[in-house]
């Protein structure tokens, strides 16, 4: 990826394409300069047959990203990383959401509100619609072309923001950290964000925190092919045998009275159907820093892990923790913002 960021403006219009390629295209407004979002509702990687997406949309998103993004400035913004930059996006290492919330989704299909075009397009027209929404468009910016009217908007010069879906995991992505695509909009009257986070099929969950590159043998999906005629079955986005169904993050100390050092835990729940053995599992704070923890968690079965202080710490301005097995894959992950890690001595609760 030649730069990665966020555009923060205003929408003004969108358009459909029908290529080969289909996008919505989105037209944006900063301080009178003209950008196009091009937002994949299908994959554009390998045959046309395999090129399905998933999707997922959060009404009221909460965390420290959409807090970070709140403060920067209107226009583009170079983002380097999530723990510098704060608001730079990774699907898998930011813990916005879980794998398993991601639904399977095709980008047109009869009858109304069943596709992606259409889902896409309501969240647009009501970011067109509310005075004073703010759109923050995360991706890999280009232009400005100075000799290239926009195809779509015809303004001059070209300008604009694509990749706008996860970028890693799969052939041809930027193999990067920290560099996922996102749009996310500001609601002043509801006082809400939404967020939008796309996926193609052919990505997989479990990457190299070096360069962002598939782990070998980590369990995925396979790839589902799209018939010459019918509909399209939903696909499974995550696999029987991944990490993820494994355990839960359900709930964590983040602010506890007195001195942090040795008060603050996590508690973690077996969300399996087998006993699950923790030996050298390890929880990360956002600074990737670590406790290894041990025991064993009965299906069903929840318990308290004491963090050492010298590992793993939960900051009070909002972080994220994440579970990790002894193969060194993700199990869960959560984050939590400044507000919510404002109650002294109360645990916070995830969903």
């Known amino acids: 990826m030649k730069n990665y960021g966020v555009l923060k403006g205003t929408a003004v219009e969108y358009k459909r394409d029908d290529d080969n390629d289909p996008h919505s295209e989105l037209l944006m407004k900063v301080q009178g300069v003209s950008f196009r979002i091009a937002i994949n509702v299908r994959s554009s ?9 998933e999707y997922l949309i959060i009404h ?38 879980r794998a398993t919330d991601m639904k399977p989704i095709t980008d047109l299909a009869p009858g109304p509100n069943n596709d992606l075009f259409e889902f896409v397009e309501d969240l647009l027209q009501r970011a067109i619609n509310e005075e004073g929404a703010v759109v923050y468009a995360f991706g890999e910016r280009w232009g400005p072309e100075q000799d290239k009217k926009d195809q779509y908007f015809d303004f001059l010069p070209g300008n604009g923001v694509h990749l706008i879906h996860m970028n890693q995991g799969g052939a041809g992505d930027g193999k990067n950290t920290y560099s996922d695509g996102a749009l996310i ?3 002043p009257k509801s006082g809400r964000a939404s967020a939008l986070f796309l996926k193609f099929q052919n990505q997989v969950w ?15 999906v396979p790839v589902v092919t799209i018939p010459d005629t019918g509909n399209i079955d939903p696909w499974p986005v995550v696999p029987a045998d991944s990490p993820y169904r494994l355990a839960r993050i ?17 508690t973690i729940l077996n969300t399996s159907d087998q006993t699950l053995d923790l030996t050298n599992w390890r929880i990360l704070d956002q600074q990737d820093k670590a406790d290894t923890i041990s025991g064993s968690l009965e299906p069903g079965e929840a318990n308290i892990f004491r963090l050492s202080g010298s590992g793993a710490q939960l900051s009070n301005k ?3 923790i994440t579970l990790i097995n002894s193969q060194g ?8 913002t400044k507000a919510a890690a404002k109650a002294e001595g109360r645990p916070i609760v995830f969903s």
């Open 60 to 97: 009221d998103i909460k965390h420290p990203i959409v807090d970070r993004a709140r403060e920067l400035p209107e226009g583009w913004n170079n983002l380097k990383d999530g723990v510098k930059d704060d608001a730079a996006i990774d699907y898998i290492r930011s813990n916005i959401f």
């Open 206 to 220: 479990h990457t190299d925190d070096k360069d962002a590159t598939p782990i070998d043998n980590a369990p995925a």
């Open 250 to 266: 359900i709930a964590a100390m983040v602010n506890p009275r007195n001195d942090d050092a040795g008060r603050e835990f996590v």
């Open 45 to 53: 990687r390998g045959p046309v047959e395999n090129r399905l997406i």
């Open 318 to 320: 909002g972080g994220t």
């Open 329 to 336: 894959l993700k199990v869960d992950g959560v984050a939590y």
């Open 185 to 187: 909009i500001d609601f």
